[in-house]
Antibody
Framework: EVQLVESGGGLVQPGRSMKLSCAAS????????MAWVRQAPTKGLEWVAT????????YYRDSVKGRFTISRDNAKSTLYLQMNSLRSEDTATYYC????????WGQGVMVTVSS | DVVMTQTPVSLSLAIGQPASISCKSS???????????LNWILQRPGQSPKRLIY???KLYSEVPDRFSGSGSETEFTLKISRVEAEDLGVYYC?????????FGSGTKLEIK
């Protein structure tokens, strides 16, 4: 059974940093690209970043480029999202999801950026 | 960025009625691989999204065959032949052909 468990969220002040983790199991993590997708409260879904299966390629939406870094540790089957210079508009539930088709989703982790 | 336009915004249907959701993209989703990365997901109330259809019309094994997807290039449709109670929620189309990947704004299906 595929499981994706996001963690590391919470309340953070604007301008500060936070690092999210996503522990994956039930599939061969190192074979799949991974993505972070977020959902602001009562809003729709928004793709944030993608990383290739081996970490050699990364892609970001413009609004997080230069502030967020997606990375992975295949030995630990874990995906990360380092978020710096956080803004109020980054407030959302963050989901990690594998593959080219976002086949599975975790329960998500809430990030609230507020003073 | 590719803009994904979904209509209608909401649907209120009785059990057994058919449903149809349109998704239009601002540019062709046919990729250089010859594949069209137009996908559909469902987010039930209070839950995480779940996969429904990939590459326009391919159903995942766990998805009931009352669901179907069709379309090409820039116009796509999700159909439910007969709505059931478990189908309520928000349906999103999204494209994985062009970065940044983009989602439609969602269609909320309510059961009368």
């Amino acid at each position: 059974e595929v499981q994706l468990v996001e963690s590391g969220g919470g309340l953070v002040q604007p301008g500060r940093s936070m690092k999210l983790s996503c522990a994956a199991s039930g599939f061969t993590f190192s074979n799949y690209g991974m993505a972070w997708v977020r959902q602001a409260p009562t809003k729709g879904l928004e793709w944030v970043a993608t990383i290739s299966y081996d970490g050699s390629s990364t892609y970001y939406r413009d609004s997080v480029k230069g502030r967020f870094t997606i990375s992975r540790d295949n030995a630990k089957s874990t995906l990360y999202l380092q978020m710096n210079s956080l803004r109020s508009e980054d407030t959302a539930t963050y989901y990690c999801t594998p593959g080219a088709y976002f086949d599975y989703w975790g329960q998500g982790v809430m990030v609230t950026v507020s003073s | 960025d590719v803009v994904m336009t979904q209509t209608p915004v909401s649907l209120s249907l009785a059990i057994g009625q058919p449903a149809s959701i349109s998704c239009k993209s601002s540019q062709s989703l046919l990729g250089t691989s010859g594949k069209t990365f137009l996908n559909w997901i469902l987010q039930r109330p209070g839950q995480s999204p779940k996969r429904l259809i990939y590459q326009v019309s391919k159903l995942y094994s766990e998805v009931p065959d009352r669901f179907s997807g069709s379309g090409s290039e820039t116009e796509f449709t999700l159909k439910i032949s007969r709505v059931e109670a478990e189908d309520l929620g928000v349906y999103y189309c999204w494209q994985g052909t062009h970065f940044p990947f983009t989602f439609g704004s969602g269609t909320k299906l309510e059961i009368k």
